[in-house]
């Protein structure tokens, strides 16, 4: 995990038994991000974080997902009506991700993940590239 992989925002989690206290501030989220170094949102000495796996239950928490898509926005070019991030579970822990929308009345899904570990935050950074937008979670 490198810094420049992160934009403020984006949600981490503390790595166990990293003198975190457990219970407190699971989630957290960037503050600061430079090229070398990332501040969250509250600190403990010496507590070490990690990405957060996309789960189902975290995916509920996303104000736009709906029925496994994330809306995206109406009419994003090559797009005929609204594009979405399709994201679909393959099992184990993998996802695959696909940018869904209809060009010239046709349905297209084109990959952008396929079959991985998938994070949070690199779900956050996809939606704000294609909406110039953070993506917002429901408490």
Not at 24 to 42: G, L, M, P, Q
Not at 66 to 80: H, K, M, R, T
Not at 91 to 112: C, M, N, T
């Amino acid at each position: 995990m490198n810094a420049n992989e992160f934009r403020v925002g984006n949600k981490l989690q503390p790595i166990p038994n990293s003198k975190h206290i457990p219970g407190k501030h699971e989630i957290t989220a960037i503050v600061s991000a430079r090229e070398d170094k990332i501040t969250v949102d509250y600190h403990y000495s010496g507590t070490q974080f990690e990405p957060l796996p996309i789960t189902e239950g975290f995916l509920e928490k996303c104000e736009d997902y709906v029925d496994g898509q994330i809306y995206l926005a109406e009419f994003i070019y090559p797009s005929d009506g609204a594009t979405f991030l399709d994201i679909q579970h393959e099992g184990d822990g993998k996802w695959s991700v696909y940018l869904r929308f209809k060009h010239d009345g046709i349905e297209q899904a084109i990959p952008i993940i396929k079959n991985i570990s998938c994070f949070v935050h690199w779900l956050q950074n996809l939606y704000f590239a294609f909406t110039k937008k953070e993506l917002i979670f429901k408490k």
